[in-house]
């Protein structure tokens, strides 16, 4: 009779639970949209948003010209987070002098594989950030024009949207930043700001863009804005984590009563909900071993915390501090000597498909980065208090790869990558 009793008094959780979306071919089915552009979006999930204008081949000015006609393509939308992602809404950052609408994403997505922004020609920022590799580059480091190459790997760049400071040491204050720094670097573009917008200003689709979305037209300032809110679309789509720890959760929380859900039929639906969800997006037993290794005796979400799997802090990891002059990182922006040899932690969604890793992509696997935590990384006087020995086992390490390889792989937006203004 108390069992019972507590259990009807544990059901009075559903209020949590119910507030974890479950997918809608295991709960309901899906219902058509009211409307075929709607002001409310879902980031990763809307089919439509990163299409491009509609048509074949190059983007022509009569194309452009119907595009910008539609005032829905103008109104100012309000978006939000897949599953999974969606726990960090509460971090959305887009700031108010540049609100996102279709027709600014699409230049935005127009100029990210464009080019022209570079003085040759052959950079574009997909160059360094390509859809095909994570996001990023399978190169050590990034390569610009002239083959030109940097000291750092190319970061990647979706899930920014939850994410201020930018860059592996934070030197770009927002995406808008971020955005034009690298067409004016020497050894990236290797452009101008004044050059890039003459080139820009010669594309007759580009400046009917520009003059429609933005009031002052074609400036770097508003390169950088629509390249920012087109970024802001990259984000991941659900990964099997995501389902998983549903099904953990619940058990944890009902782990006395579970034999009793017949009795709860709301429950019981809610139970079975999460079972079948996890069940369509299933890990392996030896990835399960490592998500419960990834909070615990590895350590890892000491740092890779949180929805994105990133506490967006700083930190020296080692990396690198063995060498005659080492990257010093974030202490170059601060100047503050805690952070010498301090950088980013980037998320881990999706980290299998964006090899090589760490900032200086010095570690060509998964299974190299995390034999690096397991020894504790390099020893150097500002190494992050954090970084201590794993003592994993083979096995154990295996199951951390694992759950990364696995349990964290979501989908990507689909993207038009080739269609640009003639």
Not at 62 to 83: G, I, S
Not at 103 to 109: C, F, N, S, Y
Not at 340 to 357: D, E, I, M, Q
Not at 386 to 407: I, R, Y
Request: negative net charge.
């Amino acid at each position: 009779m108390l069992r019972r009793t507590a259990f009807r008094a544990s059901a009075g959780l559903l209020a949590c639970f119910a507030a974890i979306a479950i997918p809608a071919n295991t709960w309901a089915e899906p219902k058509e949209s009211d409307s075929p552009k709607p002001s409310t979006v879902v980031l990763g999930e809307d089919t439509e948003l990163l299409k491009g204008i509609p048509g074949e081949g190059g983007v022509t000015m009569e194309q452009v010209q119907a595009w910008l006609a539609d005032p829905t393509n103008h109104e100012p939308l309000t978006v939000k987070l897949p599953k999974g992602l969606s726990a960090a809404e509460g971090n959305i950052y887009i700031p108010a002098d540049n609100p996102m609408t279709r027709a600014k994403i699409e230049l935005g997505r127009q100029l990210y594989f464009d080019t022209r922004l570079s003085n040759d020609n052959t950079i574009s920022c997909a160059s360094c950030h390509d859809p095909s590799m994570g996001y990023g580059a399978n190169t050590q480091f990034g390569v610009g024009v002239l083959g030109q190459t940097g000291g750092r790997n190319s970061p990647v760049s979706y899930n920014r949207i939850i994410s201020t400071l930018q860059f592996w040491d934070g030197r770009a204050a927002s995406l808008e930043e971020q955005a034009v720094g690298p067409i004016a670097n020497p050894i990236e573009m290797g452009n101008s700001h004044d050059a890039c917008i003459a080139s820009l200003k010669k594309i007759p689709v580009y400046t009917a863009q520009f003059n429609s979305v933005f009031s002052d037209g074609v400036t770097i300032d508003n390169v950088g804005r629509a390249i920012a809110a087109f970024e802001r679309t990259l984000v991941t789509g659900p990964a099997p984590y995501d389902y998983q720890v549903q099904v953990d959760q619940f058990e944890k929380v009902f782990a006395d009563d579970l034999e009793f859900l017949d009795e709860e039929p709301e429950l019981k639906a809610k139970y079975d909900a999460f079972k079948k969800a996890a069940a369509s997006a299933p890990m392996s037993e030896s990835a399960k071993r490592g998500m419960k290794l990834f909070a615990g005796k590895a350590n890892c979400a000491a740092c890779h915390a949180g929805a994105n799997f990133s506490d967006e802090q700083y930190h020296n990891l080692g990396v690198g501090m063995d060498g005659e002059k080492p990257d010093l990182g974030r202490y170059e922006i601060t100047k503050e000597e805690k952070d010498k040899g301090a950088f980013k932690t980037p998320t881990l969604r999706n980290v299998a498909l964006s090899a090589p890793y760490m900032h200086d992509g010095s570690q060509k696997t998964l299974e190299e980065v995390v034999e690096w935590y397991n020894k504790g990384g390099h020893k150097n006087p500002w190494l992050s208090d954090k970084m201590k020995p794993l003592n994993l086992t083979p096995q154990e390490a295996a199951d951390v790869v694992a759950f990364m390889k696995e349990g964290l792989t979501g989908t990507f937006p689909e993207v038009e990558t080739n269609r640009l203004p003639e």
